[in-house]
């Protein structure tokens, strides 16, 4: 009998030291990635301190027309407070003239409204105010976590519903690139007031725990199992969403809003692969564009010649 209750203390304590350090091993790969003091806000703060950033400053006309405009403007800083009561932080720039035409330009994962300035640029060009939010875990965000779309489309919802309070005229085209991408397809997924007349997603991925999937070997070269499955117990546990519940693809499926789908075809951050999978799962009008010789979040300013007449003949059938 006193043999059975040592293996029975031992495997229990081996048990627990197994558990505490899987979940150990999960709060380390979520926090690293997700918290704002993780990898998240590592990037300098001013973006052409980057090297990558200056590198196209410098060598690519139309990113550098597109940063100096974002600089020039001014943005307005805008702050709206949320169901969490948080409060929510975008910049604001809008046009000299009144206009009821609104982009909701949606930044990725580790970036900042200045970022998305190639795309914003071209809308304000076209008439649109421009409303960039910050995402959750980002910048001036008062989350300390980003959940990858999850909690952030609720957010962009609440800014759509800041416009339609301030201009119940507005028209509104969502766009976003990578997990602003995925954000963008996530909002497309919930009921939406009609001012909402279409999305564009850009290289956004299928499936969260697909993507963390694919990402910890190139990244971290670490393997999928253990550490993604512990990395989503933790966050279950601690910041309340499951990795597996957070699926684009899946909103798409039961989306209404008219979206188009564009992706770099050298893009292996977030797989090429994806832009397939997520265009064929959606139940709205679509469109697609595929954009050669771009890779990750580069369509924009490295194809600007093919990627605007598409926007454009896109937007312009659901935006007068």
Same mark, same amino acid.
């Given at each position: 009998?006193?043999?059975?209750?040592?293996?029975?203390?031992?495997?229990?304590?081996?048990?627990?030291?197994?558990?505490?350090?899987?979940?150990? !091993?999960?709060?380390?790969? #979520?926090?690293?990635? =997700?918290?704002?003091?993780?990898?998240?806000?590592?990037?300098?703060?001013?973006?052409?301190?980057?090297? *990558?950033?200056?590198?196209?400053?410098?060598?690519?006309? *139309? #990113?550098?027309?597109?940063? @100096?405009?974002?600089?020039?403007?001014?943005?307005?800083?805008?702050?709206?407070?949320?169901? @969490?009561?948080?409060?929510?932080? !975008?910049?604001?720039?809008?046009?000299?003239?009144?206009?009821?035409?609104?982009?909701?330009?949606?930044?990725?994962?580790?970036?900042?409204?200045?970022?998305?300035?190639?795309?914003?640029?071209?809308?304000? &060009?076209?008439?649109?105010?421009?409303?960039?939010?910050? &995402? %959750?875990?980002?910048?001036?965000?008062?989350?300390?976590?980003?959940?990858?779309?999850? #909690?952030?489309? *609720?957010?962009?919802?609440?800014?759509?519903?800041?416009?339609?309070?301030?201009?119940?005229?507005? &028209?509104?085209?969502?766009?976003?690139?990578?997990?602003?991408? !995925?954000?963008?397809?996530?909002?497309?997924?919930?009921?939406?007031?009609?001012?909402?007349?279409?999305?564009?997603?850009?290289?956004? +991925?299928?499936?969260?725990?697909?993507?963390?999937?694919?990402?910890?070997?190139?990244?971290?070269? =670490?393997?999928? #199992?253990?550490?993604?499955?512990?990395?989503?117990? *933790?966050?279950?546990?601690?910041?309340?969403?499951?990795?597996?519940?957070?699926?684009?693809?899946?909103?798409?499926?039961?989306?209404?809003?008219?979206?188009?789908?564009?992706?770099?075809?050298?893009?292996?951050?977030?797989?090429?692969?994806?832009?397939?999978?997520?265009?064929?799962?959606?139940?709205?009008?679509?469109?697609?564009?595929?954009?050669?010789?771009?890779?990750?979040?580069?369509?924009?300013?490295?194809?600007?010649?093919?990627?605007?007449?598409?926007? %454009?003949? +896109?937007?312009?059938?659901?935006?007068?």
């Amino acid at each position: 009998m006193a043999d059975i209750k040592k293996i029975i203390k031992g495997t229990c304590t081996a048990a627990a030291v197994a558990a505490g350090a899987y979940l150990s !091993a999960g709060a380390v790969i #979520f926090e690293g990635a =997700l918290s704002r003091w993780g990898y998240i806000n590592m990037k300098p703060e001013e973006p052409l301190n980057e090297e *990558y950033n200056m590198t196209k400053y410098l060598n690519n006309e *139309y #990113f550098r027309s597109a940063d @100096d405009w974002f600089v020039a403007s001014a943005p307005v800083e805008t702050k709206l407070l949320n169901a @969490d009561g948080k409060t929510l932080h !975008a910049e604001v720039i809008m046009q000299p003239e009144e206009s009821h035409k609104w982009a909701i330009v949606i930044h990725g994962y580790s970036s900042r409204p200045r970022s998305m300035a190639k795309q914003g640029f071209g809308f304000w &060009q076209d008439g649109y105010n421009c409303l960039f939010p910050y &995402q %959750r875990g980002h910048r001036k965000s008062e989350h300390n976590h980003c959940s990858m779309g999850y #909690f952030e489309r *609720y957010d962009v919802i609440a800014w759509i519903n800041y416009i339609v309070s301030i201009d119940p005229e507005s &028209q509104i085209v969502l766009i976003g690139e990578s997990m602003g991408a !995925a954000t963008t397809m996530l909002v497309t997924g919930e009921d939406l007031p009609e001012n909402v007349k279409c999305a564009i997603e850009d290289c956004g +991925f299928t499936d969260c725990n697909e993507q963390f999937g694919a990402q910890i070997g190139n990244i971290l070269h =670490l393997p999928k #199992f253990p550490f993604i499955p512990a990395a989503n117990t *933790y966050s279950k546990l601690f910041h309340g969403w499951d990795f597996k519940k957070c699926t684009p693809v899946e909103a798409v499926a039961r989306s209404k809003t008219p979206t188009l789908f564009i992706h770099g075809e050298k893009d292996t951050f977030v797989p090429y692969d994806m832009l397939a999978v997520n265009y064929d799962a959606c139940a709205a009008e679509k469109d697609i564009l595929s954009v050669p010789d771009a890779e990750h979040a580069e369509a924009c300013d490295v194809h600007p010649e093919l990627y605007w007449p598409k926007v %454009r003949e +896109f937007v312009g059938k659901y935006v007068k």
